[in-house]
């Protein structure tokens, strides 16, 4: 295989560029002394609850355990019904059997994220919440899913792990429903030092149970009140995410260009292309394009050094993981099962220059005969 020449993530050549002004931050948060949920992280909570136009944020250890955390503090948990897409990273519904609850799998629009009539279709007086997921970092149908869920009396949790930055209507990722989950693990838009994640919510009891669970369940008089975890956020993390929340707009509005170039470039090919919808802003968390030819493409691209990535070769129902929670039959997911068959991820992050562009371009031109 030759040597990779355009890589699928930035996070390197992030460092290159803006290591000399990351690392003063992340030097001060360790100098500080207050190594974990420190005055940085107080800060970054405050200024993420404002970014995602929330009254509160609270930092945890991950965007897994964000979900989970957000389940219990919804009160799910055994005999109760959650409606999740079938096209995701796993965690977005591990964390319901984590919870003690069943998932019910929803298919997806032909961009993987869940459609409402058939969530609709789906619910039952034991559905208590619904995991609304951002694929790939496009914000799909919200306003929809939030009246129905609120019609319903279910509690809506947002997975926007792949999603800070991206909006629909105005209204930005974060923002929908009970609560709003997100990740900074490193292959996200925006990365911590390792695992981090963070809820955000408009509810001053929710905000105060997710930061019992995240610390052993101690409550407001630092009691140990319920069976809690530990799950909390480094100080130097939450520097580095200080400094890359402000690079906002222009980190993600050099993706949404190298995506435009992509769909440009790539439509009149035949391949269907995730083009930014009037009103909304894709975050290209992934810029995926789908194909008959996928797997063939994919070797021909990482034969030319073109890094790619298949998000995900399979509908959620399909792991044996959820063997044990599926209805008689299985569910019948035909858009999971085509994206699981024709979806591939190009490289997509802002550290791409033109060079790089091209290449992927003339790499998949070639393939097509163009
Ligand atoms: C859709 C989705 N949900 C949840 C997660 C979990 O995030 P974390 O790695 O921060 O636990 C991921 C991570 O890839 C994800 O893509």
């Not at 394009?289 to 298949?310: C, P, S």
Request: aromatic share 8%; glycine share 10%; with cysteine.
């Amino acid at each position: 295989m030759a040597k990779a020449k355009v890589p699928f993530f930035g996070v390197a050549r992030e460092y290159a560029a803006c290591g000399a002004d990351m690392l003063p931050l992340v030097e001060a948060a360790l100098a500080s002394g207050g190594l974990l949920q420190g005055a940085e992280v107080a800060s970054f909570e405050q200024e993420l609850a404002a970014y995602c136009g929330r009254a509160h944020a609270v930092a945890v250890g991950s965007c897994t355990d964000a979900l989970f955390f957000s389940l219990v503090a919804a009160g799910v948990g055994q005999g109760d019904e959650v409606l999740v897409p079938d096209f995701s990273f796993v965690a977005s519904a591990s964390c319901i059997l984590r919870a003690g609850a069943t998932p019910v799998f929803c298919d997806v629009d032909p961009w993987g994220n869940m459609e409402l009539d058939k969530a609709a279709k789906l619910a039952t007086p034991r559905t208590k919440a619904m995991i609304y997921v951002h694929l790939y970092g496009r914000m799909g149908q919200p306003a929809g899913i939030e009246a129905f869920a609120r019609e319903r009396g279910i509690a809506l949790i947002e997975d926007a792990a792949q999603a800070i930055g991206a909006s629909h209507g105005g209204r930005r990722a974060g923002s929908m429903g009970l609560a709003g989950c997100i990740s900074f693990d490193p292959t996200k838009p925006l990365s911590c030092l390792g695992s981090g994640g963070a809820v955000t919510t408009d509810d001053p009891a929710l905000a105060e149970d997710i930061r019992s669970l995240r610390y052993h369940g101690r409550d407001a008089a630092r009691k140990f009140s319920r069976l809690g975890y530990n799950s909390q956020m480094p100080s130097a993390s939450a520097a580095l995410l200080r400094y890359k929340l402000r690079q906002d707009p222009a980190w993600g509005d050099r993706r949404r260009e190298i995506a435009a170039r992509y769909c440009d470039a790539l439509e009149p090919l035949g391949l269907a292309v995730p083009r930014e919808e009037p009103g909304t802003r894709h975050i290209y968390h992934k810029f995926v394009i789908k194909t008959q030819r996928r797997d063939e493409l994919a070797a021909h691209l990482k034969a030319q050094g073109i890094e790619v990535m298949v998000h995900y070769a399979d509908a959620l129902h399909a792991h044996p993981l959820f063997a044990p929670a599926l209805p008689q039959g299985g569910p019948q997911s035909p858009n999971a099962q085509a994206l699981a068959a024709t979806a591939l991820s190009l490289p997509m992050h802002p550290w791409l220059d033109e060079a790089d562009i091209q290449a992927v371009l003339q790499a998949v031109g070639g393939f097509f005969g163009k």
